[in-house]
């Protein structure tokens, strides 16, 4: 199951938060308000995902370098000119 969340977070991050939010408390209590995860939603979907993996699994802890460096491809990802030309290719 974790490996089929990983393929539709790659695919369509903003579905599976959407998933997440509705069917699970994945994100509860890791923000403070309910602005940031909006924001993250619209802006920068995969990032918001792993921050959240890593406050839920890691415990907020941004030390190792697995988490440096998951947070670095998910801000190239969401950053990657192609990433607007996901679900537009003819």
Request: hydrophobic letters at 60%.
């Amino acid at each position: 199951m974790p490996c089929i969340a990983v393929v539709i977070a790659l695919i369509a991050p903003r579905f599976l938060i959407v998933v997440l939010w509705w069917f699970s408390e994945f994100f509860a209590g890791v923000f403070p308000s309910l602005l940031w995860p909006i924001l993250g939603f619209f802006f920068l979907p995969t990032t918001l995902l792993w921050y959240t993996v890593v406050a839920q699994y890691y415990g907020g802890d941004w030390n190792g370098a697995v988490q440096i460096i998951g947070i670095v491809i998910a801000l190239m990802i969401d950053g990657s000119p192609a990433s607007g030309r996901r679900g537009k290719r003819a």
